[in-house]
């Protein structure tokens, strides 16, 4: 394991990643370590990372990386909620992954459109700008809404305008009006040209 201190999440998520490639599993991080990358920085001592595996696949996978060596916790969602299931992984130190499973709205072809970035020589998949603003909107927030915003803000010149209204559609109406409400105070995002 990579991390040796507090504070270093980041580094224990790149094992846990390792061990879901070992796997064939696809992942996209999520919440603050993709806003640092979507230009919205915040203060974050954990990791969020969505997956690809089916909910009915998660006890398996706990259970790999169990053997692995983690400490996992399996979360399951209520009836009602957003997130089907949850692993959350800890080490020693107490930094923290959370790894998501079957998000309410989430399009599964976000999988295909995460950014490759390189994080201690190891390669991380981020989601992309248009999900990452998607996920916000829909999470609903206060701060949530200002991670949106600013990181259509920073990105508006770059932004797919199709594609994010395609994904926020996807997460129902109240994230649709408050993309709509980005939209008008910050301008019309561009549809990259091929």
């Known amino acids: 394991m990579r991390a040796t201190k ?12 390792e061990a879901l490639r070992t796997k064939s599993v696809k992942h996209a991080v999520i919440g603050a370590m993709a806003g640092a990358v979507h230009g919205v920085i915040r203060a974050s001592l954990d990791a969020d ?14 259970k790999n990386l169990a053997d692995a060596g ?22 020693m130190f107490k ?14 072809e976000a999988f295909d459109r995460t950014l490759q970035v390189e994080l201690s020589g190891e390669s991380l998949q981020i989601v992309s700008r248009e999900d990452f603003i ?3 909107l829909y999470a609903g927030g206060p701060v949530d809404l200002r991670d949106a915003q600013q ?4 990105n508006k010149d770059v932004l797919d305008a199709a594609l994010l209204r395609k994904v926020t559609q996807k997460f129902g109406r109240d ?15 561009q549809t990259p040209s091929p």
């Not at 994230?175 to 105070?185: D, G, H, V």
Request: charged share 25%.
């Open 6 to 17: 507090r504070g270093e999440s980041a580094l224990l998520l790149i094992d846990v990643v």
């Open 49 to 62: 990372a969505i997956v690809s595996l089916a909910v009915k696949e998660v006890p398996a996978l706990s």
């Open 70 to 91: 983690f400490n996992v916790e399996f979360r399951k969602g209520a009836f009602d909620d957003p997130i089907a299931a949850a692993l959350v992984i800890k080490d």
């Open 95 to 108: 930094n923290r992954v959370d790894l998501l499973f079957g998000l309410k709205g989430f399009d599964r």
């Open 134 to 136: 998607a996920m916000k």
């Open 151 to 154: 990181a259509y803000y920073v």
């Open 175 to 189: 994230a649709s009006k408050a993309l709509e409400s980005i939209i008008t105070e910050f301008g019309e995002s």
